[in-house]
């Protein structure tokens, strides 16, 4: 034991020899570098609408999520947004061409406009509605409990 600033230290015994432990060249796994036709998989399933974790099972013999995500980035997001565009295209023109269905789901989606149902509810001759209220504080006990009897009769849970 020796002592810094008079604090006991302990000093490590043995350990790795010089030229052991450690990475070693050559050693582990190799680095995952993707290949082109790997970014064109990966940027089609992504364009077909496939989740990360199916993706990654199908490039080479299955890498992990991470792996996935990091070395396809940009295919995975252009995937996407190429099949989005085809689609979108392809709705336009249908719906240019007159097609109703794809000019209504346009209409709906891109301009915002909704199928909206207006109900007013009204009284007598398209007046108010009438709400009454009635005082019970004039009544007493018993005909109160006859009341509310009545009441849950009507409602269908006598007791």
């Given at each position: 034991m020796?002592?810094?600033?008079g604090?006991p230290?302990l ?5 790795a020899?010089?030229?052991t ?5 050559g050693?582990?796994?190799?680095k ?5 036709t ?15 974790d199916q ?10 999520v991470?792996t996935?995500?990091?070395?396809f980035?940009?295919?995975?997001i252009s995937?996407?947004a190429?099949a ?5 295209r392809t709705l ?5 061409a007159?097609?109703?269905t ?14 909206t ?5 009204t ?9 009454s ?27």
């Amino acid at each position: 034991m020796t002592k810094i600033e008079g604090k006991p230290v302990l000093k490590k015994r043995g350990g790795a020899r010089p030229g052991t432990g450690g990475a070693q060249p050559g050693s582990g796994r190799p680095k995952f570098e993707p290949t082109e036709t790997e970014r064109k998989q990966v940027e089609a399933l992504s364009g077909y609408g496939l989740p990360l974790d199916q993706i990654a099972v199908l490039v080479r013999k299955g890498i992990s999520v991470d792996t996935l995500t990091t070395h396809f980035a940009e295919e995975l997001i252009s995937g996407k947004a190429k099949a989005n565009a085809g689609v979108g295209r392809t709705l336009h023109q249908k719906a240019m061409a007159g097609d109703t269905t794809a000019a209504i789901w346009w209409s709906k989606t891109q301009m915002r406009w909704s199928e909206t149902q207006k109900f007013e509810h009204t009284g007598r001759d398209g007046g108010a509605i009438a709400v009454s209220s009635v005082d019970l504080k004039g009544l007493n006990d018993a005909e109160l409990a006859q009341m509310q009897a009545l009441l849950m009769k009507a409602k269908g849970t006598e007791e």
